[in-house]
């Protein structure tokens, strides 16, 4: 079968790839025309095994192999219409079902038997003119996957998308669960469309002459009864007026007149009424709009408090760290005050312990040491007043006699003098020498006799 068809001379005869893009897409004008005509002609649904088909599904795959960029791989350069077709479901939501079912689809290793089988749901869904042009359109993520000169790049490809649209009229029933789409071969076969052209020419005119004049027959005789039935109802209709008007009198006019008078006023009230609405709803639609104003400028005010807060918060922050450490250095600070205090009280109760003790030991020689000190002064103040000059001797009288209860008059000039530790009193020798420990101090000190004499009292009268 020798078509007559119209092809397009390329812009640059010598530029090869512009070549390739129109014979490619002769190819495929050959492909789809053969295709619906022989479809039509056997008048049933095609499936894997129609030579035709396959061909043309071979073409398709040059088509979309065209010009692809060349994919680097961890097993080398990789070559496949694979990708191009998956953006098809982004652009289209319902070619979805079919890119599922193709991943769906058990036996399919590489994307080169994926690309096949999704051409061929797309032929049987009657979808595939539409997804190609909907790629088509997006040259912007072509570019990704093709060259700037490929055929899905050029005029050439929107060519192939819109004639396409003929082959909805072919219903395909292709079965591809046992069909090996990864490892066939796709090489296109020109026999199928270099015949004899005489005899076939022939042929085909005086069958197309005849299909033509039985096509012109058969059109004009069902539009003769498309006339015929519309002439019908017109008179049925025409009829059916005259028989209503000739029944309408005055009354039923003015009712009728009285019914659109009323329906007028009614839409008028109506009208007034959605206005009114209308009105109602812009000033909704101000108020509403002067509160969202408001929101933004709180939202605002609001994130601008909301950073100043953060940055107090930092400071406080900063100032509850430092007050940490201080916290951390008192309680050290208050550790070694608490371990300093333990061992005053373990001294203190030493102290307390060894005055008890020489409460115990002393106390019952208390009395009797006094008296025999006092005797001991009386004795050496006698020794003493013998020795010296005979008019001290005049003024020994009171030698036991103070001025005050912190000066010795009697000895002064004659001994050295000595400080009572307990009432800072200034003494003669003599009288200062008792040594007792005295409440501020657990030492020895020594002190006056009338001191001497009353502390011995008080820790004889001490209960501890």
């Known amino acids: 079968m020798l078509c007559c068809m119209v092809f397009h001379v390329p812009s640059d005869p010598k530029d090869p790839i512009a070549i390739e893009r129109l014979n490619l897409m002769n190819m495929a004008k050959l492909s789809i025309k053969g295709l619906i005509e022989s479809a039509l002609n056997l008048g049933r649904t095609l499936d894997s095994d129609y030579a035709p088909l396959q061909q043309f599904f071979v073409v ?39 890119t599922a079912s193709v991943k769906d689809l058990p036996g399919l290793k590489t994307p080169l038997g994926r690309g096949r089988a ?31 000169n490929a055929l899905m790049m050029e ?10 649209v003929g082959l909805n009229v072919i219903d395909a029933n292709l079965c591809m669960k046992g069909e090996d789409l990864d490892s066939q071969v796709g090489v296109i076969d020109f026999s199928m469309y270099l015949k004899d052209g005489g005899h076939s020419s022939k042929s085909t005119e005086g069958d197309g002459q005849i299909t033509a004049i039985l096509d012109q027959k058969n059109y004009v005789e ?19 007026l005259e028989k209503s008007n000739t029944k309408l009198t005055e009354e039923d006019v003015e009712k009728e007149l009285e019914v659109q008078i009323g329906m007028r006023q009614e839409m008028e009230l109506s009208m007034k009424m959605l206005e009114k609405d209308i ?5 909704a639609l101000v108020e ?7 929101l933004r400028r709180l939202n605002h005010e609001l994130s601008h408090k909301s950073q100043s807060s953060e940055i107090s918060v930092k400071q406080k922050n900063e100032i509850v760290s430092r007050l940490e450490e201080k916290t951390n250095q008192m309680a050290a600070t208050i550790k070694q005050l608490e371990s300093r205090c333990k061992q005053v009280e373990r001294q203190r109760d030493l102290a307390e312990e060894a005055t008890r003790l ?14 025999e000190v006092e005797q001991l002064l009386k004795q050496r103040c006698a020794v003493l007043i013998h020795r010296n000059m005979a008019g001290f001797y005049a003024n020994c009288a009171g030698y036991l006699m103070f ?11 004659l001994l050295s003098q000595r400080e009572c530790k307990n009432c800072k009193g200034v003494f003669c020798e003599i009288c200062v020498t008792n040594e007792l420990p005295l409440p501020s101090s657990i030492d020895l000190q020594q002190v006056c006799d009338t001191c001497h004499s009353r502390l011995l009292q008080q820790y004889a009268s001490s209960p501890s």
């Not at 001025?403 to 000039?413: A, L, M």
């Open 60 to 98: 398709m795959e040059h088509c979309l192999k065209h010009g692809l960029k060349s994919k680097k791989t961890f097993l080398g350069q990789n070559k496949s219409f694979w990708g191009p077709l998956e953006l098809v479901e982004k652009l289209t939501p319902e070619a979805g079902e079919i």
């Open 118 to 148: 999704w051409l061929r749901l797309a032929l049987m869904q009657k979808k595939l003119s539409d997804y190609m042009k909907t790629i088509i359109n997006r040259k912007d993520l072509l570019s990704e996957f093709y060259e700037p």
């Open 155 to 164: 005029e050439e490809g929107a060519v192939i998308a819109g004639l396409l």
């Open 222 to 240: 069902e539009l003769n009864r498309h006339l015929s039935a519309s002439v019908n109802n017109l008179q049925a209709k025409v009829d059916a």
């Open 279 to 283: 009105c109602e709803k812009h000033d």
């Open 288 to 294: 509403l709009r002067q509160q969202l104003d408001d």
């Open 358 to 371: 020489f409460k115990q030991e002393f106390g019952d020689k208390i009395e009797s040491l006094q008296q």
């Open 403 to 413: 001025t005050d209860e912190r000066s010795c008059v009697f000895h002064f000039g």
